[in-house]
């Protein structure tokens, strides 16, 4: 729970489980309906993409909702093609008080 406990924590915290290739981990935060979004190389965590010179910090709060942008290095990997430099993380409070993504990326 305490990784949830603000917006760039949980942003943080996802992107961790990203590097660590933990698939349980990643879905975990998100809410239900957004979960799909980590189906990256079709769940291959192989393929996924590795993280590293992360910067995240808040961009945008009420108190249901946030959103924070991170810049970062993003290796080249098959599930991602070509890499980013920066994503905005969408995330909403639940009842329980964590932080789950909604939605990441470039608008």
């Given at each position: 729970?305490?990784?949830f406990?603000?917006?760039?924590?949980?942003?943080?915290?996802?992107?961790?489980?990203?590097?660590?290739?933990?698939?349980?981990?990643?879905?975990?935060?998100?809410?239900?309906a957004?979960?799909?979004?980590?189906?990256?190389?079709?769940?291959?965590?192989?393929?996924?993409?590795?993280?590293?010179?992360?910067?995240?910090?808040?961009?945008?709060?009420s108190?249901?909702a946030?959103s924070?942008?991170?810049?970062?290095?993003?290796?080249?990997?098959?599930?991602?093609?070509?890499?980013?430099?920066?994503?905005?993380?969408?995330?909403?409070?639940?009842?329980?008080?964590?932080?789950?993504?909604?939605?990441?990326?470039?608008p």
């Amino acid at each position: 729970m305490a990784l949830f406990q603000s917006p760039e924590q949980a942003t943080l915290s996802w992107f961790s489980a990203v590097n660590r290739k933990d698939k349980t981990a990643a879905v975990a935060h998100f809410v239900p309906a957004a979960k799909g979004q980590m189906n990256w190389g079709n769940g291959g965590t192989s393929t996924w993409s590795t993280f590293s010179a992360l910067h995240c910090g808040q961009v945008g709060r009420s108190v249901k909702a946030a959103s924070v942008r991170c810049t970062f290095r993003e290796s080249r990997s098959p599930s991602e093609g070509n890499p980013d430099s920066w994503w905005t993380v969408y995330l909403k409070r639940q009842l329980d008080g964590r932080w789950l993504i909604t939605g990441y990326g470039q608008p």
